[in-house]
């Protein structure tokens, strides 16, 4: 069951409307690392938790966290866009590349006013509110979270989740002016560096109660993979810069293994041979005579001649 306390968790209007950067902010709630992503992430995490109870109860904290943080930036955005229909028609009076377009002068200061807009969306789709898309009006995606059942796996992504999205309020702090938006911004970005501290604090715990280790997943027993293969890296490009790197030498990270500099590597395996497709399915195959259909089937269908199947069988099995 969950609750809506009616207060935010903290929340300092903007000093004044900036329909512009309303849609930057637009990348914080649904771009692939926005609020939606943790949010969901977290919840469905949480929800999908087979281990100890902590760990569903701490997902389940946070996920609900992440929702109050949507609800912050989507208040954000109703400030930013506040009048912002009448203060964009008045900015173009005064900015010349825009007041250019406001006149239909000159294409080319179309694409460069267009650039510089507010999101259309935020007056025609959603009446000067947020939206759950991107900067650039890509709707949110459930393709965007993990949650895989396995906890280090997850705790991993979270971790990744939360660098990310802490880089992204940075620069975004940084591309702002108003001491209103950098106040909010300002106790978001300290959400995320605690976030990040939970997951590698989270990370530890599972190792320390015997759940999970590296690889992952540690249940898959080690000797069914090549593990002469297991510890080596592979040299793709000229130089060997690449070979001053703690993963080229010394104890493997996991202590089961050292690491191995492979200057030189070489294939494995053979040329690939594909097998060869079905005539019915007319791809371009190795010998023209393996592309006919001369037979019908009593349904009408076209068959492959008994020869051809012969000689598709026969080139698969080489």
Not at 8 to 17: S, V
Not at 126 to 146: E, M
Not at 153 to 158: H, K, Y
Not at 268 to 294: A, F, K, W, Y
Request: hydrophobic content about 35%; charged content about 20%.
């Amino acid at each position: 069951m969950f609750y809506h306390t009616k207060k935010l968790q903290y929340f300092k209007p903007p000093t004044k409307p900036d329909a512009v950067y309303a849609k930057k902010v637009q990348e914080l709630i649904g771009g692939t690392f926005g609020e939606m992503t943790v949010m969901m992430q977290y919840l469905f995490q949480g929800f999908n938790c087979r281990g100890p109870a902590k760990y569903r109860d701490m997902l389940l904290d946070i996920g609900t966290e992440e929702i109050g943080h949507i609800e912050m930036l989507a208040t954000m955005i109703a400030h930013l866009l506040d009048k912002a229909p009448i203060k964009v028609q008045e900015d173009g009076a005064s900015d010349p590349v825009v007041g250019a377009v406001m006149g239909g002068t000159n294409p080319r200061d179309v694409i460069m006013a267009e650039a510089m807009a507010m999101n259309p969306q935020h007056l025609i789709v959603s009446g000067l509110g947020a939206t759950a898309a991107d900067s650039v009006g890509y709707p949110w995606n459930g393709r965007f979270i993990i949650a895989s059942g396995n906890l280090m796996a997850d705790f991993r992504s979270n971790l990744h989740a939360e660098s990310q999205g802490r880089l992204q309020a940075v620069r975004m702090y940084e591309m702002s002016d108003d001491p209103g938006v950098k106040d909010t911004l300002s106790f978001m970005i300290a959400r995320d560096t605690m976030h990040q501290n939970q997951w590698l604090a989270a990370l530890e715990e599972l190792k320390s109660d015997g759940l999970e280790d590296a690889p992952v997943p540690s249940s898959f027993p080690l000797q069914l993979e090549k593990r002469e293969y297991a510890y080596q890296f592979w040299n793709h490009s000229e130089g060997t810069d690449s070979a001053e790197g703690r993963w080229a030498k010394g104890s493997s990270m996991d202590g089961k293994g050292e690491f191995e500099y492979i200057e030189n590597p070489q294939p494995l395996g053979p040329e690939p041979q594909p097998p060869q497709v079905d005539p019915r399915l007319h791809g371009t195959p190795i010998d023209p005579s393996m592309n006919t259909t001369s037979m019908s089937s009593p349904g009408g269908t076209s068959m492959p001649s008994q020869g051809v199947v012969k000689e598709i069988d026969k080139r698969n099995r080489q």
